[in-house]
């Protein structure tokens, strides 16, 4: 009897990574210049100094050399006030975005004004630049700007090979769903269950079931329980280590096709050497002590061969 | 080459969240179900489909090919996919069969933003080297150029609200509508500043939702349906991504894009206006007199499925020519921060 729930799964999902990126020689100049306390722009085909520097014209997109240093004060061109500040931004107190055209530049950089209320912002007010602590060749080596009646900070200029790269952590929140279809899945494996669904229109059974089947377009319906035992449809061996790998090389990662069963699922071949597991071997799972049991298909440790003989490969050939 | 004409759009309710995965699964079976029925087309009868949709929207890598499954994707289908609003995805789609390789399209967007953080995730369509490290969010950076406008005497605070009324008003007869109401001005007025100055009312909701169009050519167009709207000019154009650099008051690109694609004489537009001072200025840009129906189905402030919003005011602006309120409609879709790409399609009834 089938006593569970469809009601979606949800869990927070934090999504995080860096991108280094390589600067190249205009904006390898800035982020230089930048650790070194001087703000560099560059001469366009129109003679404007474009603050940031770009590569290129924006214009006539020809090709842009001529470095200006520029100063580390100017006017704010326009500003927006953020009460609230998000993760990531240059302050963490209420401060103002602005676009501040530098003196002796023609264009404006984005960046943060630490002025405390937004009744002490105001379009054309002057503004000066407030070092970082620990300068590295970046656009965060500008801490923020400040109003020019703040008493200025003094702050340390960097040194060092011209800046090359640069690193930029990525940090987002989500709140990840599972379908209705994987939800029951989901659960199911809570109970030590492996649930697959059957397509009302092909009568395929996906294991995970599916919001849509791939063939047909509509949802996956009838609920099928499947064994925790089927064959290995194809493999790879695994001997290159990286980064957060749980299993030391060489090992196998398989595709299983559960009996009864229309779609096999990535999974661990383990319990047998490496060079031992083949096409249509058959397999059980292993299954972790049950007081470590969660909603997740983690509660199978790994998959290990039965001893039984060989599938024929006609059997599983259409499931490849 | 072959004239194109959309002869079918549907979309989901604009809602602020679902229940379902972030891959759009839930929302486009349906869209896909009624939108086949309303032609009598079936899937095989598509000989192309495109998608706009984001994986930073969506919290995962290649969420657009978990989406391939709403599609019912076997025997094998022409697929491709755009990383911007569903609008030039449509464009895409437009190509295909002007050049005639195929002589139907299928084209969807879908986004689910009320998943992520919306107002940061945005930060990541910005310069990655001078400004995605500040995560300049984006209502912030909308301010900046809101303020520009106001300084500059383009538009008030009060210009602003009258947009926000006016497009909850025209929502009342939109039944897919997320905000829809009898307001004014000056009760929107009342309220506090979310980023000075900017008040909740001036940006669009954060929206789950998705639509889908069919595009057909020629006779085909017209075995399909009594009167396709028919695509007469359909041309985008991008402006620098440097905010600082541009002049925020306007749009270089939609006007470079309208003069392209002809808006002369367009009785109806659908504007992809997601903060209430772009209105104004895309008004601007566009040169729409007093005569032109603005955002009869409400617009963005009503409603904003990223990376389906502009498609939806393909499909809304084709929806009055095919209801014979328009001889002539234009429509509008924006990707990129402050404006920076602008599409411009002009559909004709004949
Ligand atoms: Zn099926």
Known sequence: ?320 | MSEVAVVGFAQAPNVRRTPGTTNGVEMLVPVFHRLLADTGLSKQDIGFWCSGSSDYLAGRAFSFIAAVDAIGAFPPIMESHVEMDAAWALYEAWVKIRTGEVDTALVYGFGKSSAGELRRIMAMQMDPYLMTPLWPDSIGVAGLQARLGIDAGLWTERDMAEVAASSRRAALSNPDAQLAGDTTAEELLKQPYLADPLRAHDCAPITDGAAAIILASGDKARDLCDKPAWISGFEHRVDTPLIGARDLTTSPSTIAAAKAAGVDGVQVAELHAPFTHQDILLRQALGLGEEVRVNPSGGVLAGHPMFAAGLIRIGAAAAEIRAGRADRALAHATSGPLLQQNLVCVLEGR
């Open chain 1, 1 to 320: 009897m089938v006593t569970i729930s469809s009601e979606p799964l949800s869990a927070p999902l934090d999504v995080g990574f860096d991108y280094t990126r390589s600067l190249g020689p205009v904006l390898g100049r800035f982020a230089t210049g930048l650790r070194a306390h001087t703000i560099a722009g560059i001469r366009g085909s129109d003679g404007r100094v474009l603050v940031p520097p770009t590569e290129y014209d924006p214009v006539t997109a020809e090709k842009l050399t001529e470095f200006v240093d520029v100063g580390t004060e100017g006017v704010v061109q326009t500003w927006s006030w953020i009460a609230q500040p998000l993760a990531g931004q240059p302050l963490s107190h209420p401060f103002a975005w602005a676009l501040v055209k530098l003196d002796g530049a023609d264009t404006a950089l984005l960046h943060a004004v630490d002025a405390g209320s937004p009744d002490r912002m105001s379009t054309g007010m002057r503004v000066r630049v407030r070092w970082a602590a620990e300068p590295v060749g970046s656009i965060r080596d500008i801490e923020c700007f400040e109003p020019l009646d703040v008493e200025p900070t003094e702050r340390e200029a960097g040194s060092g090979d011209p800046v090359t790269m640069l690193t930029t952590p990525i940090h987002l929140t989500y709140q990840h769903t599972a379908s209705p279809e994987e939800s029951r899945y989901l659960r199911g494996l809570a109970e030590g269950r492996l649930l697959g669904q059957r397509c009302p229109a092909c009568n395929k059974v996906y294991i995970p079931p599916r919001g849509s089947c791939p063939t047909d377009g509509v949802p996956t319906e009838d609920e099928i329980e499947l064994p925790d035992h089927g064959v290995v449809t194809t493999f790879c061996v695994v001997n290159v280590p990286f980064l957060g790998q749980r299993i030391k090389p060489p090992y196998v990662a398989a595709y299983i096709l559960l009996e009864g069963a229309d779609i096999p699922f990535l999974h661990l071949v383990l319990g047998c050497a490496a060079d031992e597991v083949r096409m249509g071997m058959r397999v059980r799972a292993q299954w972790r002590p049950r007081e470590q049991w969660g909603t997740t298909l983690e509660n199978i440790d790994h998959f290990r061969p039965t001893g039984e003989p060989d599938a024929p490969y006609e059997s599983y050939a259409q499931h490849l």
